[in-house]
């Protein structure tokens, strides 16, 4: 049986002393009063809700599931209560504007919710999870009116959004869309078509559900560039967001999948349903991501919640298991055998599972602060600089963390052993649910093409250098050559950090050489550029950390334990994780034929 602890002391830690939160607030003048006290108070209230709401939905959510009966979905025993009580609690308005219901706090703030959320109950983070992209879309590229319609229910919680971009024939290659938008007299378009994979497409939890829909205009261009985004609701509404009678938005039926099952994944059918455009026509996609970038760094949470959750439930059980003897004799002679925590191999995992969890953790608060800078800050260059640079990490945060956050949950389960492989324990429930975290919005190689392709060859690697120049400036402050004790302790991380943060460039330099005559190893190279460059920003993020520990410990601040702990588990990683960049570089850095040269006819 599965339990969530919020690890409020290594949130703190994060919030105080890696990024000073509370400084950065108060640059925004739209932030005075989020306080350092009210900052701790709403995390509080947030472990507490996920603790004792969420958490223990979670098993009993996957073992029943979604129920599908002609065309209506119900969540599990206990979802609409819980939901209900998440919503009059105000964690669903957290971070929208006030103009519109929420409470206008910054968006870091609620990705600091949807972190824990996320850990407690990934299936019941889905159905508000999906919302926020919708709202942040609307936001976007909504006119006033359409604002006004559907953004205070939507923000109350009362109503939920989606995001329908997927059909049958397609996937990532949205070229192919099909459905059909036709003008109505009125202003509004008629939407035909079906949709496939839909998140929280159909359910009880909420009055209304508006779907944000991508679809074809007639005569639009072939391809991506003829494809427009529009409003398309469940329940037609008034101007003033009153429920009128039922749109043609149909479910047709939801998975039967491997993972995430009280998470209702649905196909949706319109049948000439009223919709509205948002955006420009065929700019579809580019409105699209604006709803993309934020869920994708919200499935970020997903990798590291299951890292987390999979570390804590496999330390408990390593300090209670007992099997063979140490290596080195008996640690607890009075014990039919020792814990297996005792041995080096399980230590190894443990620690492994730690450092992705810990460490994917600091890289999304690093990236939330750029959500600040682009939403409050007056500077229209610290907006596009912070904005760049975000779009840069974006790839890296969804699929990095995705697929070390699938490693941690497989180490989990060697840690459990067989007991792992069942599902009384809980592990095999993690490794089912954060599986889809690598596929969906944009699977792992997708975001390595954008990485790649878009954000480095196309920029000349620019946000890069610029981010490694940040990096260097890190090691270059902390880094002495001196007899200074504090210098000394931190050598060990900035020195081989900073070598490989200049590798980094070169190796980047010579691919976009190479791109220009070989296209195929923009593919070829790519999952492997983007892992190396994870590794990178992930030993940059544990070099911050053991900064601030031995900061704090200098200062005889704070829980000297668990300061010890952060440079302990940073010396791992360093000295156990940050060397798989070499291998990555090694074959990143090959030629494309021995992939290529092989005909189809001889796999």
């Known amino acids: 049986m599965t339990s969530y602890s919020a690890p409020l002391d290594n949130i703190r830690f994060l919030i105080h002393d890696v990024f000073d939160y509370p400084k950065h607030y108060a640059k925004f003048s739209q932030l005075n009063d989020l306080t350092p006290d009210l900052l701790d108070a709403i995390i509080s ?39 209900q009580r998440y919503i009059e609690a105000g964690w669903q308005s957290l971070s929208y504007p006030e103009k519109f219901g929420g409470q206008g706090l910054p968006d870091s703030l609620g990705f600091m919710r949807t972190a824990m959320t996320s850990t407690a109950n990934w299936s019941f983070n889905m159905y508000p999870g999906l919302t926020i992209g919708a709202v942040k879309t609307i936001l976007a590229h ?25 059909e049958a024939q397609c996937g990532t ?40 829909v991508l679809a074809r205009l007639p005569n639009a261009p ?3 560039r003829g494809i427009s985004l529009f409003i398309v609701p469940k329940i037609n509404t008034s101007k003033n967001g009153e429920l009128l009678e039922s749109n043609h938005v149909s479910c047709g039926s939801i998975e039967d999948k491997m993972g995430i099952k009280a998470s209702a994944t649905a196909v949706i059918n319109f049948d000439n349903a009223q919709g509205f455009l948002l955006g420009p026509e065929n700019k579809g996609l580019e409105c699209m991501f604006t709803f993309m970038n934020t869920i994708r760094i919200g499935t970020s949470l997903q990798g590291i919640g299951a890292a987390e959750a999979a570390y804590k439930a496999s330390l408990e059980y390593a300090k209670e298991r007992l099997s063979m003897r140490a290596l080195t004799g008996k640690k607890y002679p009075d ?17 492994t599972q730690k450092a992705i969890s810990e460490g994917g953790l600091a890289m999304i608060y690093y990236a939330c602060k750029l959500t600040d800078e682009i939403d409050f800050s007056q500077c229209d260059k610290t907006k ?7 779009g840069l990490l974006t790839p890296i945060l969804k699929a990095f963390l995705t697929e070390t956050g699938f490693e941690s949950a497989n180490l989990g389960m060697q840690v459990f052993g067989g007991h792992g492989y069942i599902k009384e324990t809980g592990m095999e429930q993690i490794v089912r649910d954060v599986r889809i975290s690598t596929l969906y919005e944009g699977a792992t190689g997708i975001q390595a093409l954008d990485l790649l392709g878009r954000k480095i060859l196309m920029t000349k690697g620019k946000d890069l250098r610029v981010f490694c120049a940040e990096i260097l400036s890190f090691c270059r402050k902390h880094s002495v050559l001196s007899s200074n004790e504090h210098g000394k302790r931190m050598n060990k991380f900035l020195w081989p950090l900073a070598k490989e943060v200049l590798a980094w460039q070169k190796h980047t330099f010579i691919l976009m050489l190479k791109a220009n005559n070989k296209r195929d ?41 668990f300061y010890q702990s952060k440079i302990r588990t940073a010396e791992f990683y360093f000295e156990r994780i940050f060397p798989r960049v070499k291998s990555l570089s090694t074959t990143m850095m090959k030629n494309p034929e021995s992939i290529m040269k092989i005909d189809a006819e001889m796999f």
């Not at 596009?384 to 975000?390: N, V």
Request: charge should be negative.
């Open 45 to 83: 209230e947030c472990a507490n809700f996920c603790e004792k709401e969420l958490a223990p939905l979670n098993q009993s959510g996957d073992h029943e599931g979604c129920h599908f009966d002609e065309g209506k979905v119900s969540t599990p025993k206990g979802y609409k209560q819980t939901y």
């Open 142 to 166: 909504g006119s006033d009116e359409q604002k006004k319609q559907f953004l205070p229910n939507m923000c109350a919680g009362t109503w939920s959004g989606t995001m329908c971009l997927t």
């Open 173 to 212: 290659d949205l070229g192919q869309v099909q459905t059909k938008a036709f003008a109505n007299d009125d202003g509004s378009y008629a939407i035909t078509g079906s949709k496939i994979f839909i998140s929280a497409g159909e359910h009880d939890l909420t009055d209304n559900i508006i779907h944000i």
């Open 222 to 224: 072939k391809g991506t």
């Open 335 to 351: 014990k039919v055998a020792d814990p297996i925590i005792v041995h080096p191999d399980v230590r190894k995992m443990l620690l």
């Open 384 to 390: 596009k600089q912070a904005d760049e640079k975000l």
């Open 521 to 561: 190893i923009v593919g070829s190279a790519s999952v492997e550029y983007l892992m190396y460059s994870g590794y990178i920003f992930m030993g940059y993020m544990w070099a911050m950390m053991a900064q601030s520990a031995n900061e704090k410990i200098a200062a005889k601040q704070g829980d000297k334990a």
